[in-house]
């Protein structure tokens, strides 16, 4: 099984930005999709971004705008650019891959957005 591993969370000012890494043990293109997801206390996980095999790329509506996802191959790598950011994104944020039904997730990164 795939494993997924998040870098680049930390604590940011509102308005500043942050970028989070994704490193994938297997070839990124294996996947149908990959993703970005998040989990705030008492909360449901929800979709952040995530990015097909075609390069198409979905936004949750809270994102739009803000963030970025893109890929790189070669690296076996997604990554989130995240810009402006406000209280409200902080939570953990969790890289995820699926593969027909199946779905495979990282161990979580925290993000918090204060200051």
């Known amino acids: 099984q795939a494993q997924l591993l998040e870098s680049g969370g930390g604590l940011v000012q509102p308005g500043g930005s942050l970028r989070l890494s994704c490193l994938s043990s297997e070839n990124i293109f294996f996947f149908n999709t990959m993703g970005w997801y998040r989990q705030a206390p008492g909360k449901e996980r929800e979709l952040v971004a995530q990015i097909n095999l075609s390069g198409v790329t979905t936004y949750g509506d809270s994102v739009q705008g803000r963030f970025t996802i893109s890929r790189d191959g070669a690296k076996k790598s997604i990554y989130l650019q995240m810009n402006n950011l406000k209280s409200e994104d902080t939570s953990v944020y969790y890289c995820?891959?699926?593969?027909?039904?199946?779905?495979?997730w990282g161990q979580g990164i925290p993000v918090t957005v204060a200051g």
């Open positions: 995820s891959a699926r593969v027909l039904s199946r779905t495979t």
